[in-house]
């Protein structure tokens, strides 16, 4: 599949039509119109509808439709080309089903454009038909029809869409306040109607792989006030710290840390946040909760401290910062390994002399 996928990516429509030429069955194959899709390539996706193509057909948890619309799922909202707005009218045209599931945490195709804040894929959504309830609403910062949906039914503050997630995630996750202030103001309207009626501001619902809260999808979205209301009303500020310092949204951290979040009992992937940081190459948010008081020293499931995570990824200045506060270079992981001596196993030169260094003082 590989050479018809880069096809489509350099727009070589010309070796994708002799493809499917040589071999028609390839247009049923769902990668094809689902990177089309996520390219915008209009051309290819006619082209493989025409050739049998299934416009709602699923590729690794994603919808055509859904790859069209969420070009970047972890990227600013910014104005779709008219190509790709035209990618969106050809797919739903060729009947593609926006009450489907698609994404991480499943959506329906509308709940996704307003996770990505792009109004204009609202509206195309909804003039075909897109079904527009309370977890809509709740997504487009509409709170009196929330507020409706409550009157109509006290248990929607903690219902679930199709996908899993809760109206108040649906309000946190929005990303269409950020360009209308009318908007932002809706969503915290909308966030506090629902928390009045006894949404849980800790509900929880699988992503990718974990399962995250809604005090993530307000960090992510950036919805500073929402994210203040959260932990007004009884969100766990540990755990609403990590995404915090995560997405280096250090004014939502602090309101985190002055909520009562505990620094040292923020984990990140079953590991001390500090760790997971360093793990993964993140120098100014993990510098930052080393300002705040991150031990150093604390140890994830195999014992590793984040001296040791410092010495596998062979960063000297992440490796300086924990040393400087009071990170241990002779602790030992559970398999009896210092920071020496996992930088030894990996490679690590320079970390090595500074590891002997540390060892003397």
Same mark, same amino acid.
């Given at each position: ?182 908007? $932002?103001?809706?969503? #915290?309207?909308? !966030?506090?109607?629902? /928390?009045?009626? =006894? %949404?849980? *501001? &800790? @509900? +929880? ?73 360093? $793990?993964?190459?993140? #120098?100014?948010? !993990?510098?930052?909760? /080393?300002?705040? =008081? %991150?031990? *150093? &020293? @604390? +140890? ?62």
């Amino acid at each position: 599949m590989r050479p018809h996928v880069e096809a489509i990516r350099r727009g070589d429509l010309a070796a994708l039509r002799a493809a499917l030429k040589r071999d028609p069955a390839l247009a049923k194959k769902p990668q094809l119109i689902h990177e089309a899709a996520r390219a915008a390539r209009l051309d290819a996706i006619d082209l493989l509808l025409r050739a049998g193509a299934d416009p709602g057909s699923s590729w690794r948890g994603y919808r055509p439709l859904h790859s069209v619309i969420q070009e970047e799922p972890h990227a600013a909202a910014k104005t779709p080309s008219a190509e790709r707005r035209r990618c969106v009218d050809r797919l739903l045209k060729a009947g593609a089903d926006p009450e489907q599931l698609g994404a991480f945490p499943p959506a329906r195709a509308i709940l996704i454009a307003a996770f990505t804040g792009i109004p204009a894929y609202v509206e195309a959504l909804r003039t075909h038909g897109a079904r527009v309830d309370g977890f809509v609403s709740a997504s487009t910062g509409d709170a009196a029809a929330v507020a409706r949906a409550l009157k109509q039914d006290r248990a929607f503050a903690r219902a679930r869409d199709d996908g899993g997630m809760t109206a108040l995630q649906c309000c946190a996750a929005s990303r269409l306040g950020r360009s209308d202030a009318s908007v $932002r103001d809706g969503l #915290l309207a909308a !966030a506090a109607r629902l /928390l009045d009626a =006894g %949404a849980d *501001p &800790n @509900a +929880r619902v699988k992503a990718w792989s974990h399962e995250v809260d809604v005090a993530y999808f307000a960090a992510s979205s950036r919805q500073l006030e929402l994210f203040g209301l959260l932990l007004e009303r009884g969100a766990d500020a540990t755990a609403a710290l990590t995404p915090a310092v995560w997405n280096a949204t250090f004014d939502f951290a602090e309101l985190a840390l002055r909520a009562g979040a505990d620094v040292n009992a923020a984990e990140s992937d079953g590991r001390p946040l500090l760790n997971d940081l360093i $793990r993964w190459g993140q #120098l100014r948010p !993990a510098l930052w909760v /080393l300002e705040r =008081g %991150a031990s *150093p &020293n @604390a +140890r994830d499931a195999r014992g590793w401290t984040a001296v040791h995570q410092a010495a596998s990824r062979g960063n000297l200045a992440m490796l300086d910062a924990v040393l400087r506060a009071g990170g241990d270079a002779r602790r030992k992981d559970a398999a009896g390994k210092s920071p020496f001596d996992v930088a030894r196993a990996a490679g690590r030169a320079p970390i090595l002399d500074r590891l002997v260094e540390a060892r003397k003082a």
